[in-house]
């Protein structure tokens, strides 16, 4: 149904009055109160038809209502006194600003006589209202009259429209006619203040259309019921289920302590502050009860208005809070402290501090709640709760609510705490076991990036570059499965084994062999529970600058890709092997020929895997940035992180190492084949210090000249044909090897006091940087570096 026009009713008289007193409209109810039509009485002064006198005083300019008995004269002479509600009217719908005057015509029944009001009264305990089926109002009991911000007497007969033009009042008188046509009850919530009451109440108002014993509609019956306890409840029991859902959200302390600030304002009070002990005094703990005065540090807070009040401790500081303050008393006691501010020993609070007194008397705040956080046995600061905006002060349920929700928070604030601190240890031992710089080497020019997870911890995400003999490197990435310190520390197992294996030179499928039965004997000694198995994927490949080949082998580890010079770049084609840890499995290698100032990217899969893509996707992506890339490798790998990785930092870990390939130029070797014949060893010498000098090494003559010697006998008298000497050095290093095909490798040994030999080698190990032997498929190679004297 439609909304009734008030000024088309005449069982009410209205007039509409603008502030100047000079009458807008009358309506047909005026003409037949007053006998006036409207057009003698539109435009002229309202005063006119006064015939003076009046209970009460007429609206001033301030008023929004006014109501009184006035005496009004009739067109014919004759005197009128009737009950008048006058209030202002706020334009809206076209409706013209001013006064609305209304008085009912007709006078109802006595309430107390009538068997409908009766019936209404006997059958409703709450707060009532009455309505007939004009929808004017027909009475009102007790309970609803003590409720009222105006007399009954002067409420009888009229609508809801003509008490009040608020738009809330047009919604009420719109449910009454809904109600009243179709039968259905209905139910409206509000939350106001009413006559005599401090505060702010929830109503639950209950409309019910009534009806005779004959059937028909007499009226509407609207009961009202105060349900601020329930309604208070069910804003606790939101409050707090909201705490569990929004506070914690991560593993971060001042995140979360901006959570509890952000869930209690304007919930529960106008500002909220959180101070935090400093742990890192006390190693990460704070021990027992902290003992005044104490320094807290403000990790967060909110306001209701931003900027007031304006607090007076910013994020990260520290501020000392003496004894006899609520945050000291409740960091000792244990307990909330409540208080209203200022408290009647106003010095008090000025000797705290006298600028917080300054902005408490500024902004209004007139009760605070001071909250200990605490968590498993430790205290780990403070909550405070202020109001100044909402008038009423903090009662005993806002204490239990703030407590279950300063509960909530300070275990979510412990565990982020705790993580942290994990975290950071975790962090310090994968960085002690990775490489802080890479070594440099004459076959690669490289650079690395490591990166832990954002949120799911430190990983075992490794790489290394290792220098080989022969002027060769050795590259490997790997990632263990896992975060945390076992994962970490099973990396560091798992680099040290692979540069222990790298250091026998071992071909990378055999290296691998041996890395994956590690692992297996590391899962074997976890236990069977299967909390400690251990699993990783690792990549391994061996460069040669002297033949420009790349020998390679992955354990379930992604291939690299190659940024030749020349072309774009592209995934590097190996065999799949399977990860570490399944034991019995095969690994297999590929060899690749690396021309001058090619790239390999090694990398993990954090780096190309994500929420928002997969692997192939991340390739792509990876390609297309070093096909883009210039600059330094440093700068490379700086550019591929931002380019692949979101802005909040990457899910899992990631480690990436840049390898540009350099070639030995021939220039700087030398090769000779030596007959097995001893007599011949002296003409080897020969050759030998004639290629040094014309390298321009001749300071190292001497000694490459016992070691030549005592590599090439040691060959002749113990190995097998064919044999081959290989001199080969770059600007700091030279380097003898020394090649047959036995497959017999020499010891070092001390030679007793009368042994004719077996000082040979103990003579290369004393005169050279190191030296070693290395197997290959037709045989074995002893080697052995010798450092050449700086230029200056």
Same mark, same amino acid.
């Given at each position: ?49 006064? =015939? ?63 068997? !409908? ?90 409309? =019910? ?20 306890? %329930? ?193 950071? $240890? ?91 039965? !590690? ?113 330094? !490798?440093? %700068? ?50 020969? %050759? ?8 321009? !090494? ?21 190995? =097998? ?47 050279? %940087? ?10 074995? $190679? ?11």
């Amino acid at each position: 149904m439609s909304p009734v026009n008030p000024y088309d009713d005449a069982a009410t008289a209205r007039a509409v009055i603008d502030d100047t007193g000079v009458v807008l409209h009358w309506n047909e109810g005026a003409h037949r109160l007053l006998g006036h039509p409207p057009e003698r009485v539109v435009g002229r002064p309202a005063a006119d038809l006064l =015939a003076g006198g009046g209970q009460g005083t007429l609206p001033g300019p301030r008023d929004e209502r006014w109501h009184g008995m006035l005496k009004l004269r009739h067109r014919d002479g004759h005197l009128v006194s009737t009950r008048v509600l006058a209030h202002r009217r706020r334009p809206d719908d076209g409706h013209p600003d001013g006064w609305l005057a209304v008085a009912a015509l007709e006078r109802q029944p006595d309430p107390a006589q009538d068997p !409908l009001v009766n019936l209404a009264l006997t059958q409703s305990p709450c707060a009532m209202l009455v309505f007939d089926e004009q929808l004017r109002l027909y009475g009102v009991n007790d309970a609803m009259a003590r409720l009222m911000i105006l007399p009954p007497e002067h409420l009888i007969g009229l609508r809801l429209t003509d008490i009040d033009s608020e738009p809330e009042y047009l919604k009420y008188e719109e449910n009454l006619r809904r109600v009243l046509a179709t039968g259905q009850q209905h139910e409206v919530e509000t939350f106001q203040r009413v006559a005599g009451k401090k505060h702010a109440q929830a109503w639950l108002a209950r409309v =019910a259309r009534l009806t005779g014993p004959d059937g028909r509609v007499r009226g509407i019956c609207v009961s009202v019921h105060d349900f601020t306890e %329930q309604h208070l409840a069910r804003e606790r029991l939101q409050l707090v289920n909201e705490a569990s859902v929004r506070i914690g959200t991560t593993l971060d302390v001042t995140r979360t302590a901006q959570e509890l600030a952000q869930v209690c304002v304007p919930a529960l009070a106008d500002f909220v502050s959180v101070d935090l002990l400093d742990p890192g005094e006390h190693g990460g703990e704070q021990p027992g009860k902290p003992v005044p005065p104490v320094s807290l540090r403000r990790a967060a807070h909110r306001s209701i208005t931003p900027g007031c009040p304006e607090a007076v401790a910013e994020p990260g500081r520290f501020d000392d809070y003496p004894a006899g303050s609520p945050q000291a008393e409740s960091l000792v006691t244990g307990r909330t402290i409540v208080a209203a501010v200022p408290s009647g020993d106003t010095e008090r609070w000025r000797t705290w501090d006298e600028v917080r007194f300054q902005r408490v008397e500024e902004y209004g705040i007139h009760s605070t709640m001071t909250v200990p956080l605490q968590a498993r046995g430790t205290t780990l600061g403070v909550a405070v709760f202020a109001r100044f905006r909402r008038p009423e002060p903090f009662t005993h349920d806002d204490v239990l609510l703030a407590e279950e929700v300063s509960a909530r928070a300070a275990v979510c604030i412990d565990n982020a705490r705790r993580y942290s601190r994990e975290r950071e $240890t975790t962090l310090t031992l994968q960085r002690s076991l990775l490489p802080r710089h890479l070594p440099p080497t004459a076959a690669v020019q490289a650079a690395s990036r490591y990166l832990p997870a954002a949120r799911a911890g430190v990983g075992g995400d490794w790489f290394d570059v290792i220098p080989l003999s022969g002027m060769r490197v050795a590259m490997v990435v790997g990632d263990v499965v896992g975060h945390g310190i076992q994962a970490s520390a099973t990396m560091g197992r798992l680099r040290t084994a692979v540069r222990t294996l790298a250091d026998i030179d071992l071909a990378p499928d055999e290296l691998l062999t041996h890395l994956d039965d !590690l692992v297996v004997r590391l899962s074997d000694e976890s236990g069977g529970d299967g909390t400690g198995e251990v699993g990783a994927t690792c990549l391994y490949a061996v460069y040669d600058p002297v033949s420009r080949r790349c020998t390679l082998a992955r354990a379930g580890h992604p291939p690299p890709v190659l940024v030749p010079p020349d072309g774009p770049p592209q995934q590097v084609e190996l065999p799949s092997g399977p990860p570490l840890g399944l034991g019995g499995l095969p690994f297999e290698s590929a060899e690749l020929d690396l021309s001058e100032g090619s790239v390999l990217a090694f990398y993990t899969d954090g780096l190309i895997e994500s929420r928002e893509r997969d692997g192939d996707a991340g390739i792509a992506l990876l390609c297309e940035t070093l096909a883009a890339a210039s600059g330094t !490798l440093d %700068q490379t790998c700086d550019r591929v992180l931002r380019t692949l990785l979101p802005a909040g930092g990457a899910a899992d870990d990631v480690a990436l190492l840049l390898a540009r390939a350099r070639g030995l130029p021939p220039s700087r070797v030398a090769t000779w084949d030596i007959p097995a014949d001893p007599a011949l060893v002296a003409p080897v010498r020969k %050759q030998v210090l004639d290629q040094l000098a014309a390298w321009s !090494l001749t300071e190292a003559s001497f000694t490459a000249e016992l070691v030549v010697s005592e590599l090439v006998t040691n060959a002749i008298r113990y190995g =097998a044909p064919p044999i081959r000497l290989r001199l080969i050095h770059d600007a700091t290093t030279l380097i003898c090897e020394v090649s047959d095909t036995s497959h017999t490798a020499p010891h070092l040994r001390r030679a007793k006091t009368w042994d004719e030999g077996g000082r040979g080698l103990l003579l290369v190990a004393q005169l050279t %940087q190191r030296w070693g032997s290395r197997h290959t498929t037709e045989g074995k $190679t002893i080697w052995a570096e010798l450092a050449l004297l700086d230029e200056e």
